[in-house]
């Protein structure tokens, strides 16, 4: 039994020295030159039964200062997907569709939050409009349209109230899910806007039930052949 023990602390040892480093910290290093950017959570699967392996796929948006102009440049790139360790995975199982990490004028933000609150707010991209209702709502300026389209804001208006609920959370540190948990890996924007994650993770459920399925018919087989045996 002692033997056995160290065999099984050894495991644990080479299995953390195996962990991926934090790839979120990597990014960051990377993107330190820009003056803005910000580390979405594009995607996200896990592969494997028994031994299971974990991914995560990172959108990149980036504003880089023009030339001669103090207007930013706003482009995106989407990374492959790259193994993260389970404990990275589970911090971020909610997050997905979700700024991770952003920086701006006022320094590094690594609080998760909508991607598509991401530049409300800021003069610089848009401005607050009335609609004939009376109701406050952002539009972006057309240099910045497509903003809304890499942000996945193109679904509804972000509204004013909802905005400062959001502004609200991140004061208090806290992740913002919309006003009906319309963002994160459960809510209804990020089903519209990745609905493959959902696609695989039924495919991933239904797997499951019939491997278990599978297992309880086979072990009831076997019951009733042991029965049948000792009958005789």
Same mark, same amino acid.
């Given at each position: 039994m002692r033997s056995m023990r160290i065999v099984l602390l050894l495991l644990a040892v080479v299995v953390v020295g195996c962990s991926p480093p934090d790839p979120l910290l990597r990014l960051q290093k990377g993107l330190d030159r820009y003056p803005e950017y910000a580390i979405i959570l594009n995607d996200m699967r896990?592969?494997?039964?028994? $031994?299971?392996?974990? /991914?995560?796929? @990172?959108?990149?948006?980036?504003?880089?200062?023009?030339?001669?102009?103090?207007?930013?440049? !706003?482009?995106?790139?989407?990374?492959?997907?790259?193994?993260? $360790?389970?404990?990275? /995975?589970?911090? @971020?199982?909610?997050?997905?569709g979700m700024v991770l990490v952003s920086k701006d004028q006022?320094? !590094?933000?690594g609080v998760p939050?909508?991607?598509?609150?991401?530049?409300?707010?800021?003069?610089?991209?848009?401005?607050?409009?009335?609609n004939s209702n009376g109701t406050s709502f952002w539009a972006f300026y057309g240099q910045y349209a497509m903003l809304s389209h890499i942000m996945g804001s193109g679904q509804r208006p972000i509204y004013r109230d909802e905005w400062n609920s959001y502004q609200g959370s991140r004061r208090r540190g806290q992740t913002y899910f919309g006003p009906n948990n319309d963002f994160g890996t459960r809510g209804s924007v990020t089903r519209t806007t990745n609905p493959g994650f959902f696609q695989r993770q039924q495919a991933r459920?239904?797997?499951?039930?019939?491997?278990?399925?599978?297992?309880v018919r086979s072990r009831a087989s076997s019951s009733r052949s042991s029965s049948s045996r000792g009958g005789k």
């Open positions: 896990i592969d494997g039964n028994f $031994s299971k392996d974990y /991914y995560h796929q @990172y959108k990149i948006v980036v504003g880089e200062k023009k030339s001669g102009s103090d207007d930013l440049e !706003v482009s995106e790139r989407i990374l492959d997907a790259e193994r993260v $360790s389970q404990k990275h /995975y589970a911090r @971020y199982q909610d997050k997905l006022e320094g !590094v933000d939050q909508p991607a598509q609150y991401r530049y409300v707010g800021n003069n610089r991209y848009g401005e607050w409009r009335t459920q239904a797997a499951s039930r019939n491997s278990f399925q599978s297992r």
